[in-house]
């Protein structure tokens, strides 16, 4: 189950999300290759926890030298992770007056440059797929405010039941529960970033 709490944006901010509250996730543990190594291994796994540690260590060098290279790499019912840019503006491919050229390197423009480098910075995208797109995430999800938020909650409606009056979980059915188009925990601009 994923856990909620809300964040609220700040009154001084000149957008119009400024005052409103967004749903976030509670993370609960922040797991590393090792943990995920044991949690595969109690799954009656004939691997043992060292062995698969080592796989997924080689795995991870693995999918960064592919993604490096300019590939991207698919693990099924997860994601594909790929390489992308964020990219200056370039007004003409050369600039006469500077004699400068687009030019496939990093770096920022300065005020006034038409040209240079092409790209601002490099990032690592993680788009979902399969069991893990959006539409099957949807599906399978479980949501439920902290403990913390169900309180808050109840102190907004005078009450001392904790917030549980309202059931305080939705299902996959719940039609409340979904996005945060409005500017919530993630960047809007193509998938996941990792």
């Given at each position: 189950?994923?856990e909620?709490?809300?964040?609220k944006v700040?009154?001084?901010?000149?957008?119009?999300?400024?005052?409103?509250?967004?749903?976030?996730?509670?993370?609960?543990q922040s797991?590393?290759?090792?943990?995920?190594?044991?949690?595969?291994?109690?799954?009656?796994?004939?691997?043992?926890?060292?062995?698969?540690?080592?796989?997924?260590?080689?795995?991870?060098?693995?999918?960064?030298?592919?993604?490096?290279?300019?590939n991207?790499?698919k693990?099924?019912?997860?994601?594909?992770?790929?390489?992308?840019?964020?990219?200056?503006?370039l007004?003409?491919?050369?600039?006469?007056?500077?004699?400068?050229?687009?030019?496939?390197?990093?770096?920022?423009?300065?005020?006034?440059e038409?040209?240079?480098?092409?790209?601002?910075?490099?990032?690592?995208?993680?788009?979902?797929?399969?069991?893990?797109?959006r539409?099957?995430?949807?599906?399978?999800?479980?949501?439920?405010?902290?403990?913390?938020t169900?309180?808050?909650?109840a102190?907004?409606?005078?009450?001392?039941?904790?917030?549980?009056?309202?059931?305080?979980?939705?299902?996959?059915?719940d039609?409340?529960?979904?996005?945060?188009?409005?500017?919530?925990?993630?960047?809007?601009?193509?998938?996941?970033?990792?």
């Amino acid at each position: 189950m994923i856990e909620l709490y809300l964040s609220k944006v700040t009154e001084s901010s000149e957008t119009e999300t400024a005052g409103k509250m967004y749903a976030r996730v509670s993370y609960k543990q922040s797991m590393d290759l090792h943990d995920m190594a044991q949690h595969m291994a109690e799954h009656n796994t004939a691997f043992s926890e060292g062995l698969i540690v080592g796989v997924l260590t080689d795995f991870v060098k693995c999918v960064r030298e592919m993604v490096l290279n300019g590939n991207t790499v698919k693990v099924g019912n997860l994601a594909i992770f790929k390489a992308t840019v964020e990219s200056n503006g370039l007004e003409v491919l050369y600039d006469a007056q500077s004699d400068k050229v687009a030019s496939a390197t990093m770096g920022v423009l300065k005020e006034g440059e038409k040209t240079g480098a092409a790209v601002k910075t490099i990032k690592l995208l993680a788009q979902s797929t399969g069991d893990f797109t959006r539409e099957e995430l949807k599906k399978d999800v479980k949501l439920s405010w902290t403990d913390k938020t169900k309180a808050e909650i109840a102190a907004a409606k005078g009450t001392t039941d904790g917030g549980t009056t309202d059931g305080g979980t939705t299902g996959p059915t719940d039609s409340g529960g979904g996005d945060n188009s409005g500017g919530g925990g993630s960047n809007s601009g193509g998938g996941d970033e990792t």
